[in-house]
């Protein structure tokens, strides 16, 4: 099943519940009329959250640029004694 | 690291104008690789900086049948440039990486274990988790990176934490049956790969991986990726 199918159909259930709620009206009328703007807003809202909670946690590893830097020293230093010419034509570096 | 075992393992790393960082990679390559059976497939896309000349350079340092260059005449895109050295693979695990030290070859061993103990049929290169991490990114990299990933994780449920970084393990057969079916360029490419690979119903596993943004030579992905990104998300929303 493709995966916009699974998320139409629950989309439909979804709404076939909100219809079977409107009809029964155990809760009444004019808070089940406002559901789905309270769904809509939520889902808004997790979103939001969820970038949020995801850029403050964002993981970062600036040791491991400092780890990359060694081993590029390290690397270039053997490939030059093996004749490899690493260091490219146009740029001049220490 | 101890293997006991027979792999072979295939490490596929496509370059456009990549002269310095390619070099780098093979020697950190063969550094944290060192009982592993492995071969190295540099795909060049005819760069004119000369990385051909030191993939040939580092074939003389290392063996012809350690490192192999398997060239094209002009660029062609990286999708095709998996396809291109697939074809070359002897190993029966493929390993993909980019050549610009964004994945490091230290976290070779681990991707090789992690296959190892759980018989996964890939194994992908996580950002997003303990010991994760990204070094380099503006704070607007971020943002569009986090909001992408929300947006996939809520619409698509892959059941994997990083759908675009590239560092992943492949078993040989399901990296030829995955990479047929999949259409999409740049980023959306990626997503494409693990998601269809989800949805086969193959067995993926995660590692931690550090990033650290390129240190040497340009970025080759520009123009209009966001628009693209949100493209090839509905596109694999309707046929996956
Ligand atoms: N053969 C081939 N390799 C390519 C092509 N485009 C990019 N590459 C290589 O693919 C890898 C990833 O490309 P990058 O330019 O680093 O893309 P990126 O990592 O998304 O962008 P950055 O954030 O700048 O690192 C590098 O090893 C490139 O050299 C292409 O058209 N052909
Ligand atoms: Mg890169």
Known sequence: ?94 | MEVQHKSKFSVIIPTYNERLNIALIVYLVFKHLRDVDFEIIVVDDGSPDGTQDIVKQLQQVYGEDRILLRARPKKLGLGTAYIHGLKHASGNFVVIMDADLSHHPKYLPSFIRKQLETGADIVTGTRYVKDGGVHGWTLMRKLTSRGANVLAQTLLWPGVSDLTGSFRLYRKSVLEDVISSCVSKGYVFQMEMIVRASRKGYHIEEVPITFVDRVFGSSKLGGSEIVEYLKGLAYLLVTT
């Open chain 1, 1 to 94: 099943m493709k995966h916009i199918v699974k998320i139409m159909t629950l989309l439909v259930a979804v709404s076939a519940l909100w219809v079977g709620l409107l009809q029964t009206s155990i809760v009444p009328q004019s808070h089940t009329w406002l559901l789905p703007i309270y769904f809509v807003v939520s889902l808004g809202c997790y979103g939001l959250l969820m970038v949020g909670v995801g850029l403050m946690q964002f993981p970062t590893c600036p040791q491991e640029a400092l780890l990359l830097q060694q081993d590029i020293v390290e690397a270039k230093q053997y490939l030059k004694q093996k004749g490899v010419d690493v260091i490219p034509t146009d740029v001049v570096d220490a």
